[in-house]
């Protein structure tokens, strides 16, 4: 797991919007998105049209609408997470 990815996770214990992670993390739009692709690619984040309805594989239009998704680690995510060793 990359540095990128674990900061990403750590912020998504809760379902969180798209800005919130990008005011929080203070990362450019390119680096964001593509480190939530690559979470999403891995099953460790799941993606949400709101804070309540998930959305599922197909339906999901990462490319245009990610802005859009409010994001949520994955049970996968969430052990990775907790497996990596890291360290501040």
Request: glycine share 4%; net charge negative.
């Amino acid at each position: 797991m990359s540095d990128l990815e674990y900061d990403v996770l750590d912020e998504l214990y809760f379902v969180q919007s798209y800005d919130y992670l990008k005011t929080t993390l203070s990362w450019e739009d390119d680096m964001l998105r593509d480190t939530l692709k690559k979470l999403l690619d891995k099953g460790w984040i799941k993606c949400y049209t709101n804070p309540n309805d998930e959305i599922f594989g197909n339906e999901i239009d990462f490319e245009t609408e990610y802005r859009k998704y409010f994001y949520l680690a994955s049970k996968a995510g969430l052990f990775a997470h907790n497996s990596t060793d890291h360290y501040e």
